[in-house]
């Protein structure tokens, strides 16, 4: 049997879905009009950018940057075509890595002071420190949650 959300868990949920719907499209038309990148793109040039060696085993970025091995390997050949990102081997290692190049680091350093102010804009401009505090706890404890089930679910 369903069980119904209630009058204070439909307006929690509502605004969860308001979030989800319109800041990552904001996010993209800032980042395309600006730096001629998606938002995901970004994220992936980005997560690179602050790993040591600007390098990630593609697994380990998929999961970091919460997409599917497909998608990310779909993206990371785009980025490849712009001279922003390379695969590369490591011998003794499995897996294969996407390493940002010189020119991917200079597009990210390029694209984060707008994508900062985009954010900063969009979401945490409105909410006080305590409030900010609180809702990195919220949403580390709904995305541990989620991960759970994703792999009890075999997603």
Sequence with gaps: MTQWLDPVEQRAWQAIVALMTRIPGALDTRLQRESGLTHFEFRVLSLLSEEAGHRLQLSDLAHKANASLSRLSHVVSKLERLGWARRDTTAGRRGVYAVLTDEGFEKVVEAAPGYVDAVR?????????????????LGENLSDRLNRILVEDGD
Excluded: C, F, I
């Design 121 to 137: 804009r969009l979401v945490l401009d409105g909410l006080t420190e305590k409030q900010t505090a609180h809702m990195a706890v």
